[in-house]
């Protein structure tokens, strides 16, 4: 019987503290950064003894496949919390994990490490596959709605445009219906930096808006020529 996916709601939690603190059921002073749970709506602050937790070993993060399936093969488990100030939120660390979990999970992984990585290079293929059909079709439409545009141009601006993790025009919704409005600002944004002295400006601290202004004259008449 498989066990049941865990709730982020109803997970143990362990919090490695910023400051020292003692354990309100034993007593003992913990140190700096105490590794504690927390009882009564966080008014007790209890060692992992205390806890009943200190038989479990520490798997940090970083591993999904060893995270996943020793959480899996425990039957107790608990994930460590740490508070980021950068952040101003506790964010995940690791697990706290049953030994022979640790353990069983590790080997599993070991034996089929050649298959997770074979299939990870199979999704990478996939992508860049589906990656590359997407920039030709954008420089396609380019090219359909600009057929004047320089030679080789509209696959530098289907490029740049639709680069992955970018947040350029050419990742949008829209874009990728291929709109003519999203494509015609992925062309203008090209022939602003490689056709008029936008750059310049923007070196001379000429401010962002000033120099769009500046340049967008140029601009029209570039996209007016290339339609």
């Not at 069983?104 to 298959?115: G, L, N, P, V």
């Not at 079709?137 to 445009?161: D, K, N, S």
């Not at 409005?181 to 936008?198: F, G, I, P, Q, S």
Request: one cysteine or more; charged letters at 35%; hydrophobic letters at 35%.
């Amino acid at each position: 019987m498989n066990k049941p996916a865990p709730n982020p709601q109803n997970e143990l939690k362990v919090f490695i503290a910023i400051r020292e603190s003692k354990c309100d059921e034993c007593g003992e002073d913990m140190g700096h950064h105490p590794w504690i749970t927390l009882e009564d709506n966080g008014r007790r602050a209890l060692c992992l003894s205390c806890s009943d937790l200190d038989h479990l070993v520490y798997l940090p993060a970083g591993d999904a496949a060893v995270t996943r399936r020793a959480r899996k093969y425990s039957k107790l488990s608990a994930v460590v919390l740490k508070w980021s100030r950068a952040r101003k939120r506790y964010e995940r660390q690791g697990l706290l994990v049953e030994s022979e979990a640790l353990d069983r999970a590790e080997q599993e992984c070991e034996a089929d490490a050649d298959q997770r990585e074979a299939r990870r290079e199979r999704a990478a293929e996939r992508r860049a596959e589906l990656d590359q059909a997407y920039v030709s079709r954008f420089a396609a439409r380019v090219r359909e709605l600009y057929p004047r545009c320089l030679a080789g141009r509209e696959q530098t601006i289907a490029e740049h445009a639709c680069r992955k993790y970018s947040g350029r025009v050419g990742r949008g919704a829209s874009a990728k219906e291929l709109d003519e409005d999203a494509v015609r600002l992925a062309v203008a944004a090209h022939v602003r930096h490689a056709e008029t002295n936008y750059d310049e400006l923007l070196l001379r601290n000429v401010p962002r808006r000033e120099a769009r202004a500046e340049v967008r004259g140029k601009v029209g008449d570039v996209l007016k020529n290339w339609q």
